[in-house]
């Protein structure tokens, strides 16, 4: 799953609506050879906009210049000036260019850029409801994460920016806290239990040396690790990391005991109701959030009811299963089994990699008979890091660098083996890795053609759909050959279903946590860390988990739509193509798109 906590940064980076500045507003680019080329500079214009304005942005896309040392501005003003002057970029595409006279592919980059920023309008008036810290998403470990997997360190010049950095952690972590404290004062805090892992994250990251006697800490340890790799001489290794270790114990630490104070403060007068309905706007807000997700005008209780109605057809499709390998008790019984026997869970995590590793070998082999369009980035699957893997959810994927410097990635969460059931490893293989995630987000990002926001932007409900997508498709494949494993592969679909179910439960319904958990375990096999760590992930990300199945839903009807139009005709890698060479549009765009290649003939 791709959350928040990686991509924001890039997304913001990437959005056309946030950072065009009024003079490149007003100015038109020079001596355009046409409506199409006048546009392409336009969008380009936009994009350099967006990176002059986010350091972390160029990071992402491997851009190292001078402002490789600095972080973005965590302001709400620098996120309302941001907005501001995307509404004005949009008005100045509106008033400077004709869809009419735009070419098909430069029509539908008009329409998108046009629906992020309605998009972005429709949001606006709700960004103060999101949660600064959170076990999710929160700076106490985005920060950290951010050097550790992002921070390149090539040349002493990349080493010195890492250090100034560090020292930058101070300033920025004092600005979240402020924001976070005024949000606090108008009501808008997370649930008590989800400070402590805040605060766990928090202290984590201050242990260890220079902060105490122990081992080197997280970020002296990476840091140490990049310079010591370079080439240069000994004397100015030990003075970058001496620099290094000065400025974790004078901006890095003192940062982080404010940062733990504030959030003891805030926990002792935290509410306890989970879901969003209890803010003054909560059920607005939480019908944008939806619509912003989806990508469709379904009400909360329309997804919740398609929730409902997919767990009752795959638990159907599971009980064939339990016949197949000749278990005769109830399912519930057979979810028991299968979430606390043994021979489902891994000892180790290097034999949990190596198993993935393996399987996504295969995958990759076999990926040619289905898709005309293959990513040229590589894949690399991680162990999410120590100091957060308590906090992070299950898996993540990262994208590559554009100019080849960084590697997609594949992180999987094994901070307790018994939360990671060997019967899903196949499946959640598929949706980060291949032909999930990484094929569908690095093949975005090497379609040179495209417009830089549709390159690097992205689409929740089309990403998400993908990944649950390919999940199926390695059955169609030829995966799964172990009937347990085709277990797993209902069960994460199962999981996508009742999410429908628990995410509208908790935001619209006024369900509990505790009500939510019990949903999950009644109706699924998953072991009972993994359903707490899911349903807390729910509450601090309203709207989001409900993408997937809906996203999924609409790309396997229109392959359905496509297989009986086109019959012998269909061939996947065509399809496939329709689906990925537009990048992320939203499910309307889709579905309009993949009508009219059926009507072409495939």
Same mark, same amino acid.
């Given at each position: 799953?791709?959350?928040?906590?990686?991509?924001?940064?890039?997304?913001? &980076?990437?959005?056309?609506?946030?950072?065009?500045?009024?003079?490149?507003?007003?100015?038109?680019?020079?001596?355009?050879?046409?409506?199409?080329?006048?546009?392409?500079?336009?969008?380009?214009?936009?994009?350099?906009?967006?990176?002059?304005?986010?350091?972390?942005?160029?990071?992402?896309?491997?851009?190292?210049?001078?402002?490789?040392?600095?972080?973005?501005?965590?302001?709400?003003?620098?996120?309302?000036?941001?907005?501001?002057?995307?509404?004005?970029?949009?008005?100045?595409?509106?008033?400077?260019?004709?869809?009419?006279?735009?070419?098909?592919?430069?029509?539908?980059?008009?329409?998108?850029?046009?629906?992020? &920023?309605?998009?972005?309008?429709?949001?606006?008036?709700?960004?103060?409801?999101?949660?600064?810290?959170?076990?999710?998403?929160?700076?106490?470990?985005?920060?950290?994460?951010?050097?550790?997997?992002?921070?390149?360190?090539?040349?002493?010049?990349?080493?010195?920016?890492?250090?100034?950095?560090?020292?930058?952690?101070?300033?920025?972590?004092?600005?979240?806290?402020?924001?976070?404290?005024?949000?606090?004062?108008?009501?808008?805090?997370?649930?008590?239990?989800?400070?402590?892992?805040?605060?766990?994250?928090?202290?984590?990251?201050?242990?260890?040396?220079?902060?105490?006697?122990?081992?080197?800490?997280?970020?002296?340890?990476?840091?140490?690790?990049?310079?010591?790799?370079?080439?240069?001489?000994?004397?100015?290794?030990?003075?970058?990391?001496?620099?290094?270790?000065? &400025?974790?114990?004078?901006?890095?630490?003192?940062?982080?005991?404010?940062?733990?104070?504030?959030?003891?403060?805030?926990?002792?007068?935290?509410?306890?109701?989970?879901?969003?309905?209890?803010?003054?706007?909560?059920?607005?807000?939480?019908?944008?959030?939806?619509?912003?997700?989806?990508?469709?005008?379904?009400?909360?209780?329309?997804?919740?009811?398609?929730?409902?109605?997919?767990?009752?057809?795959?638990?159907?499709?599971?009980?064939?299963?339990?016949?197949?390998?000749?278990?005769?008790?109830?399912?519930?019984?057979?979810?028991?089994?299968?979430?606390?026997?043994?021979?489902?869970?891994?000892?180790?995590?290097?034999?949990?990699?190596?198993?993935?590793?393996? $399987?996504?070998?295969?995958?990759?082999?076999?990926?040619?008979?289905?898709?005309?369009?293959?990513?040229?980035?590589?894949?690399?699957?991680?162990?999410?890091?120590?100091?957060?893997?308590?906090?992070?959810? $299950?898996?993540?994927?990262?994208?590559?660098?554009?100019?080849?410097?960084?590697?997609?990635?594949?992180?999987?969460?094994?901070?307790?083996? $018994?939360?990671?059931?060997?019967?899903?490893?196949?499946?959640?293989?598929?949706?980060?890795?291949?032909?999930?995630?990484?094929?569908?987000? &690095?093949?975005?990002?090497?379609?040179?053609?495209?417009?830089?926001?549709?390159?690097?932007?992205?689409?929740?409900?089309?990403?998400?759909?993908?990944?649950?997508?390919?999940?199926?498709?390695?059955?169609?494949?030829?995966?799964?050959?172990?009937?347990?494993?085709?277990?797993?592969?209902?069960?994460?679909?199962?999981?996508?279903?009742?999410?429908?179910?628990?995410?509208?439960?908790?935001?619209? $319904?006024?369900?509990?946590?505790?009500?939510?958990?019990?949903?999950?375990?009644?109706?699924?096999?998953?072991?009972?860390?993994?359903?707490?760590?899911?349903?807390?992930?729910?509450?601090?990300?309203?709207?989001?988990?409900?993408?997937?199945?809906?996203?999924?839903?609409?790309?396997?009807?229109?392959?359905?739509?496509?297989?009986?139009?086109?019959?012998?005709?269909?061939?996947?890698?065509?399809?496939?193509?329709?689906?990925?060479?537009?990048?992320?549009?939203?499910?309307?765009?889709?579905?309009?798109?993949?009508?009219?290649?059926?009507?072409?003939?495939?």
């Amino acid at each position: 799953m791709s959350l928040r906590n990686i991509a924001l940064s890039l997304l913001l &980076a990437a959005s056309p609506l946030s950072l065009l500045s009024p003079a490149v507003a007003q100015t038109a680019p020079a001596a355009a050879e046409s409506p199409s080329a006048e546009l392409a500079a336009f969008f380009e214009q936009v994009d350099a906009e967006n990176l002059a304005a986010s350091p972390q942005g160029k990071a992402y896309r491997g851009i190292r210049d001078a402002d490789y040392g600095k972080w973005n501005d965590p302001s709400d003003a620098s996120a309302v000036a941001d907005f501001e002057r995307g509404q004005k970029a949009l008005a100045t595409m509106k008033a400077r260019f004709d869809p009419a006279r735009l070419s098909g592919e430069d029509r539908l980059s008009y329409r998108l850029f046009e629906y992020q &920023a309605e998009r972005a309008a429709r949001a606006q008036q709700f960004r103060r409801n999101e949660y600064i810290f959170d076990q999710m998403n929160g700076a106490q470990s985005q920060m950290p994460a951010f050097l550790i997997n992002i921070h390149r360190v090539a040349n002493k010049s990349d080493a010195e920016a890492y250090v100034t950095r560090l020292q930058g952690i101070g300033p920025r972590m004092d600005g979240l806290i402020a924001e976070a404290k005024s949000r606090a004062d108008i009501g808008v805090m997370p649930p008590k239990w989800v400070y402590p892992f805040v605060l766990d994250d928090a202290r984590n990251v201050i242990k260890g040396a220079p902060f105490d006697n122990g081992a080197p800490s997280t970020l002296l340890a990476d840091l140490t690790k990049k310079v010591e790799a370079l080439d240069i001489p000994a004397a100015s290794k030990a003075e970058l990391i001496e620099g290094g270790r000065q &400025a974790l114990l004078t901006s890095v630490k003192p940062a982080y005991e404010r940062l733990i104070a504030e959030m003891e403060r805030q926990q002792a007068i935290a509410p306890t109701d989970d879901g969003i309905w209890r803010l003054k706007d909560g059920a607005a807000y939480y019908a944008e959030r939806l619509a912003n997700y989806t990508t469709t005008e379904l009400s909360a209780d329309e997804v919740h009811q398609i929730g409902l109605d997919n767990v009752a057809r795959i638990h159907g499709e599971m009980r064939k299963i339990m016949q197949t390998v000749g278990f005769t008790g109830t399912l519930q019984e057979f979810f028991a089994f299968v979430r606390t026997d043994d021979r489902f869970y891994f000892k180790t995590r290097e034999e949990y990699l190596a198993t993935v590793d393996g $399987k996504l070998k295969a995958m990759q082999a076999k990926l040619p008979e289905y898709f005309n369009t293959l990513p040229k980035a590589p894949l690399t699957v991680k162990a999410v890091e120590a100091f957060r893997e308590k906090s992070a959810g $299950k898996a993540f994927y990262q994208s590559p660098a554009p100019d080849g410097s960084r590697p997609g990635t594949y992180y999987v969460n094994l901070y307790n083996l $018994k939360d990671m059931a060997s019967t899903e490893l196949e499946a959640l293989a598929y949706h980060e890795g291949l032909p999930g995630h990484h094929l569908q987000r &690095a093949v975005q990002t090497e379609l040179g053609d495209l417009p830089p926001f549709r390159r690097f932007g992205g689409v929740t409900a089309y990403t998400e759909g993908w990944g649950l997508y390919s999940e199926e498709l390695g059955k169609d494949m030829g995966f799964y050959v172990d009937p347990y494993s085709d277990f797993g592969r209902l069960g994460m679909e199962l999981w996508r279903a009742c999410r429908l179910v628990v995410d509208t439960g908790i935001h619209h $319904k006024k369900w509990s946590r505790g009500q939510a958990i019990t949903y999950l375990t009644e109706n699924t096999p998953n072991p009972e860390g993994d359903i707490s760590k899911a349903i807390e992930r729910y509450v601090v990300y309203p709207g989001q988990a409900t993408a997937y199945m809906i996203g999924k839903l609409k790309i396997m009807e229109l392959r359905s739509r496509a297989q009986k139009a086109l019959g012998s005709k269909f061939r996947y890698g065509r399809f496939h193509d329709a689906v990925l060479k537009s990048g992320p549009v939203p499910l309307t765009v889709l579905e309009e798109r993949i009508d009219a290649w059926i009507a072409a003939g495939g």
